[in-house]
């Protein structure tokens, strides 16, 4: 189970803003790239003033905006015509460094380290190779969890308002990245299995 099958809810909320956005002349990549921009402007920001912790506040505030324009760009490409190669590879590559960029900043965040913080990143990246490896095999792009994308943007969402609005956090909170990467582990297993399972014999 994935927040991700929520995703079709969230699409049909923003397909009438999708629509006036195709009809102004935006595209699929041109919301892709500028996603991915503002995610890099948001994580150095919030890392430069780490040691304030308020800024960690507008974490969840971008996860949310982030996700809408992830499903915004996704039904340009399919519902206006605007799909290509091109744009394949900016929306897996471009989520890809957006997530390693929004995750960094809590390695300066005690009592995170920086190699845990570091190994969620390894680990978020492998798991969108996995997913997108499933078409290699012959079988569809794997979304499976537990800890897909939009699933990772919820925990540290939340974990970017907790740190934003506590004086500290606790000594047991050192605990989350380990489990978040053991998830990661699982998803990784899942995405593998299901895609050998769906693909030709």
């Known amino acids: 189970m994935s927040i991700y099958a929520l995703k079709p809810r969230f699409?049909?909320?923003l397909r009438p803003l999708t629509a006036a956005l195709a009809r102004a002349g935006v595209t699929a990549n041109q919301v892709t790239l500028a996603a991915c921009v503002v995610s890099m402007l948001v994580a150095v920001f919030v890392a430069w003033r780490a040691d304030e912790r308020w800024p960690?506040?507008?974490?969840p505030l971008w996860m949310l905006l982030r996700m809408a324009f992830n499903a915004i760009d996704g039904m340009?490409?399919?519902?206006?015509?605007?799909?290509?190669?091109?744009g394949a590879y900016l929306n897996e590559l471009t989520d890809v460094v957006s997530d390693s960029a929004l995750y960094?900043?809590?390695a300066f965040v005690a009592p995170f380290s920086l190699w845990s913080v570091a190994g969620v990143v390894l680990l978020?990246?492998?798991s969108e190779y996995a997913g997108v490896l499933g078409l290699m095999v012959g079988a569809s792009r794997r979304y499976d969890g537990p800890m897909g994308k939009s699933d990772r943007?919820?925990?540290?969402g939340a974990l970017g308002l907790w740190i934003g609005i506590a004086p500290s956090l606790p000594a047991?909170?050192?605990?989350i990245m380990p489990v978040v990467?053991?998830?990661?582990?699982?998803?990784?297993?899942?995405?593998v299995r299901r895609g050998l399972a769906e693909g030709p014999r």
């Not at 340009?76 to 091109?86: D, H, I, N, V």
Request: charged share 10%; hydrophobic share 65%; no cysteine.
């Open 172 to 175: 047991w909170a050192a605990y």
């Open 76 to 86: 340009l490409a399919r519902e206006f015509g605007q799909k290509s190669p091109l």
């Open 104 to 106: 960094l900043p809590f």
């Open 56 to 59: 960690f506040v507008l974490v």
């Open 181 to 191: 990467a053991a998830a990661l582990v699982l998803t990784i297993v899942n995405r």
């Open 153 to 156: 943007a919820f925990v540290f």
């Open 11 to 13: 699409q049909s909320l």
């Open 124 to 126: 978020a990246a492998i």
